[in-house]
């Protein structure tokens, strides 16, 4: 399920990067149309191999004097931003995957990615310098938001929940990847030889009201870096493709011979024509001068070569809003205690109207934290935390994880496609009773504890421990056939064992029966005022706390559910969208819109609406529920037997059920999203599942 949100241009001047050899009195007069160019006549091979006046090679295509030369590429596409309406979701990786194949047919070695996470970008870059220390030619191709802070070009990885760029940017700020570490990868080990860096990005800085300024840090030596727009300004996407990339796939396919000198001012004129002069190329090199070539003498494609060009951006900060953006910004953090997102705040506005205040809850916070270490009793909610655990700003964010879009395609995915092929149901037990009528009001949000002794057939392992049901083993369709190609393909799975999952999610209480214990972190006050509530404002690796505690207090195998389970356990044999039908039914979940009681502060007491067949109540809304699984795009390679789909470095994992936030069309049972392992939410909780032997 996607997040719709505005996507405002993250961006950043890439242009920081680049430190221009051209004479000072060239670069003084140039400007961002003729840079193209003049830049694009220093283009040369590498001089080692190049007898003296021989004429240019294309570094792009093996020809004469350069058919030995070894080419390696790392192309990424990165569009998985949260917006299942932005251009960039779809253009970005098709960019990618087209780039990578014209690539390869000119001889290149190329290492390719798409909505790649950080830890995925790095190990690329790591694998890239690996690969270039016998490589003569490297490119680096990039489509995607970046953005600039100081000195830094982030280029900004996949990340579904994209409210972060409006919500939590102090997040983003610490997840971004250094465009140096790519620059550094492609210049180790290879002095001398030739790097080429293409961009398909904005080149505007939505943290600054201030026109882009160019860094005087210096470029490796032989470089090239082609950006898709002139600083400050936007990089448009077409139907398909990013228009610049567009214009270097048809330069590429069409005229594979030319020089790169010849090429970069084919494509400049082509992006400039598609875009009546909107968008503007723009060139920067570490190279000697040659003769330059005129833009005259390049060939422009009719309008028949192209597709019609929409001009909408690769993400366009709204005009006038950096002011706007600050206040966000700082909103987001302003209750945070953790020291590093007000860092973050100050990396990005060092002289911002907060700047005092976030000076001095630093040091605030420290002091508390030097204290609290002295006498031995350092609070678990106000570590300081390290860049990596700090994402308090994603716990203050207003807007859901996830909040589908009010197109027609989306009002069809609210009541899907006809239920698919009955599998084997499980054995059902006899529903519980409904809770009392007076559950089913509005109540107030703060509430006295209410008690859920078990019943007959419950398990309860301790008195402070959750209730769980035993779920026999069985078999499902898991996954839908909806508008999310996250929840394809539908596909069977057999749970070979039965299990007892908890008959709800962790409560407050049960939570602070391990915090009591030295085991967990304690829960933010805003999140701690109910404690019949779901626990919430945790992380996976919260989660893994409690988990490990549990089994350790009753020496029972204790953990999360893996996500094929969560389904098997919410569906409870059922087929439809939703457990009890094919359409939404007020009073049926605790979600926005879906009837009382709710609060907008935060979930109601569990057990507050009735449960599913097997008993199991508030799977669908309350909190997003955890699960033990790797976030994978898709279900292709799925296991078949219900165990967690892990992957090695697992930074995003999978989050179930939807929570009071969000409308009616998140309750379905196939819904699934995606979150930071070591990022806490103020949407997500969890629940426990026990292995029975």
Not at 230 to 256: C, E, I, K, Q
Not at 327 to 352: C, H, M, Q, R, V
Not at 441 to 448: D, G, I, M, N, S
Request: charged share 20%; hydrophobic share 40%.
């Amino acid at each position: 399920m996607w997040r719709k949100f505005l996507l405002v241009c993250m961006a950043g001047a890439i242009h920081a990067q680049s430190g221009v050899a051209i004479a000072a009195t060239e670069r003084e007069n140039i400007g961002a149309s003729s840079a193209v160019s003049t830049v694009a006549s220093a283009v040369a091979s590498t001089s080692a191999e190049r007898k003296k006046n021989a004429p240019m090679f294309s570094p792009l295509t093996p020809s004469r004097g350069n058919e030995h030369a070894r080419r390696i590429a790392l192309v990424i596409g990165n569009g998985e931003y949260g917006n299942p309406l932005e251009p960039l979701r779809d253009n970005a990786p098709r960019d990618a995957e087209a780039m990578r194949d014209v690539l390869r047919a000119r001889g290149f070695d190329v290492i390719s990615r798409t909505n790649a996470t950080p830890s995925q970008m790095r190990q690329a870059i790591d694998e890239f310098a690996k690969r270039l220390q016998t490589g003569d030619i490297a490119l680096f191709y990039f489509a995607g938001h970046a953005l600039q802070i100081e000195q830094q070009t982030l280029l900004v990885p996949a990340q579904p929940e994209a409210d972060a760029l409006l919500h939590a940017p102090a997040s983003l700020l610490r997840s971004g990847v250094d465009l140096n570490t790519v620059l550094h990868a492609m210049q180790s080990s290879r002095a001398g030889r030739l790097n080429l860096v293409i961009l398909d990005t904005c080149l505007n800085n939505p943290f600054t009201p201030a026109a882009a300024t160019m860094s005087t840090s210096a470029l490796p030596a032989n470089t090239v870096i082609a950006y898709a727009t002139a600083p400050g300004s936007f990089a448009a996407d077409g139907p398909r493709h990013g228009v610049y990339t567009a214009a270097w796939l048809r330069a590429l396919r069409n005229a594979p011979s030319q020089s790169l000198a010849d090429l970069l001012p084919r494509v400049a004129a082509e992006v400039r024509e598609a875009t009546h002069g909107a968008q503007q190329p723009w060139t920067t090199a570490t190279l000697s001068a040659v003769e330059p070539v005129s833009e005259d003498a390049v060939s422009r494609p009719g309008a028949s070569d192209r597709d019609v060009i929409a001009l909408r951006s690769r993400g366009l900060l709204p005009k006038d809003s950096n002011e706007q953006y600050e206040i966000t910004f700082w909103n987001s953090i302003k209750d945070s205690n953790y020291p590093a997102d007000y860092e973050a705040y100050l990396k990005a506005y060092p002289d911002g109207r907060f700047a005092t205040l976030a000076h001095a809850r630093i040091d605030r916070l420290r002091a508390a934290a030097a204290s609290n270490a002295t006498v031995g009793a350092a609070p678990a909610a106000s570590p300081v935390a390290p860049a990596a655990k700090s994402s308090q700003a994603s716990q203050a964010a207003t807007v859901a994880p996830a909040t589908r879009t009010t197109t027609t395609a989306q009002a069809s995915a609210a009541t899907p496609a006809p239920a698919h092929t009955t599998p084997a149901s499980p054995a059902q037990p006899a529903p519980s009773a409904p809770p009392p009528a007076a559950a089913a009001t509005a109540a107030p949000l703060v509430q006295k504890t209410v008690a859920h002794p078990p019943t007959a057939g419950e398990i309860r392992d301790c008195a402070a421990c959750p209730i769980m049901i035993a779920i026999p083993a069985g078999s499902f369709a898991m996954g839908s056939n909806t508008d999310d190609p996250s929840e394809k393909p539908v596909h069977h799975v057999s749970i070979g064992a039965s299990f007892a999952i908890g008959k709800y999610p962790v409560t407050v209480e049960q939570w602070n029966a391990c915090v009591a214990a030295n085991a967990c972190q304690k829960l933010t006050p805003e999140s701690n005022t109910n404690k019949a509530a779901p626990a919430r404002d945790l992380s996976w690796d919260d989660t893994q706390q409690y988990v490990k505690w549990l089994a350790k207090t009753t020496g029972k195998p204790y953990r999360l559910p893996t996500e094929a389970e969560w389904e098997y356990a919410d569906r409870a044999g059922t087929t439809t969208a939703y457990w009890w039908g094919e359409q939404m039914r007020k009073g049926t979940a605790n979600c926005k819109d879906c009837g009382d009681p709710w609060h907008k502060e935060g979930p109601e007491s569990v057990g507050s609406y009735m449960p599913n067949p097997l008993g199991l109540y508030d799977m669908n809304g309350g909190v997003w529920e955890w699960t033990a699984d790797c976030w994978h795009n898709s279900y292709q390679g799925a296991p078949a037997d219900g165990h967690a789909w892990d992957s090695p470095a697992c930074e995003m994992r999978v989050i179930r059920g939807g929570s009071w936030r969000e409308g009616g069309n998140y309750m379905l049972s196939a819904t699934r999203f995606k979150y930071s392992s070591g990022v806490r939410q103020s949407q997500d909780g969890f629940r426990v599942v026990k292995d029975l032997r």
